[in-house]
């Protein structure tokens, strides 16, 4: 057991690093290990909220996961001396938003987060004179982290989500509570293209090829490191049949276990009238982890892509004609 000093003053860091090594429990604080002590909060609730003291700076909207829930902090931190002290709600929910409609929509474009819901209105009814009908009307709040990665999230307002089986539109985005995305949801009919037991809204065929879950990623060593910003360092090696081949990245064996693979950039001709020669329409890039691929015709342009879970960087293309 550590030793704590009872009598020396001025020592609050030292006695609380002594408690966390000794009390303390393993956390994971936005996908990285640290050591906090976790107590339960004194009155009852209708939710599981519990506290936690860490040396480690905390804010609202950090993700932390304990044992084997995640748990949002929900409050402003409070900062004594060198620790910080926090409070966290346990996530019941996962939910899946189709980033596909932003303009610059990320490879993997359905994004799933662990989020708090809590619903202000369930099957109330409303009678419209005009139309001589009654409506249902239901409203969640969903509550996530608001950071890098889920910044996208305020460009989704009037984009439907799928909760409980029902599809939902976006009606508001708050951020009032720096850290945390309120969003206002309002239940719509569902359309056919709608995954219900997915729970993903305009589901495509291919839906689980495009999960990103990246944000559930916990790691207990330490993050994989990601090389400098660059050019990728691959050669052209032959097109022949409809296949490309390309040397592996340089950079494989330093940094392998950040590289998830190569970005495939291909153009098609498109001609315009007035215009002899045909101009080059970027088509939409793919990915792969090989260094043979299947496309229709050059030119091309390939680019490394690496990710660590909490940073993901992309190498300046190499163009091959």
């Not at 799928?162 to 309120?182: C, E, P, Q, Y």
Request: aromatic letters at 10%.
């Amino acid at each position: 057991m550590p030793t704590i000093n009872l009598f020396e003053q001025n020592t609050p860091t030292h006695d609380l690093r002594a408690i966390l090594d000794w009390r303390g429990s393993t956390i994971y604080r936005n996908g990285l290990s640290e050591r906090a002590l976790i107590t339960n909060e004194v009155s009852v609730k209708d939710y599981d909220s519990k506290f936690l003291i860490t040396l480690h700076e905390t804010t609202r909207g950090d993700l932390v996961k304990f044992e084997d829930d995640f748990w949002l902090i929900t409050n402003q931190v409070s900062k004594r001396y060198e620790s910080y002290k926090a409070k966290m709600q346990r996530i019941e929910h996962n939910l899946i938003f189709n980033l596909s409609k932003l303009e610059d929509k990320p490879l993997k474009y359905l994004l799933k987060l662990p989020v708090l819901v809590s619903q202000t209105a369930d099957f109330n009814l409303s009678y419209n004179k005009q139309a001589q009908i009654i409506n249902v009307e239901s409203e969640i709040h969903v509550f996530t982290s608001h950071n890098d990665k889920t910044e996208s999230l305020l460009q989704l307002l009037d984009e439907r989500i799928v909760f409980g089986h029902r599809t939902f539109k976006i009606a508001g985005i708050s951020t009032a509570n720096k850290g945390i995305l309120d969003i206002t949801a309002q239940l719509v009919p569902a359309q056919v293209n709608d995954n219900l037991n997915a729970g993903i809204a305009d589901c495509p065929q291919n839906w689980q090829e495009l999960i990103d879950d990246s944000t559930y990623r916990v790691s207990d060593e330490n993050v994989a490191l990601l090389p400098p910003a660059g050019k990728s360092s691959i050669e052209f090696v032959s097109f022949k049949d409809g296949i490309l081949t390309f040397t592996a990245e340089k950079l494989k064996a330093e940094f392998a276990d950040s590289l998830v693979g190569y970005k495939i950039t291909t153009f098609s001709k498109e001609y315009v009238w007035g215009y002899d020669e045909p101009f080059l329409k970027e088509n939409e890039a793919f990915m792969t982890a090989s260094e043979r691929v299947k496309i229709d015709n050059l030119p091309v342009e390939v680019s490394s892509v690496f990710d660590n879970g909490i940073e993901r960087i992309e190498l300046e293309a190499i163009r091959f004609e």
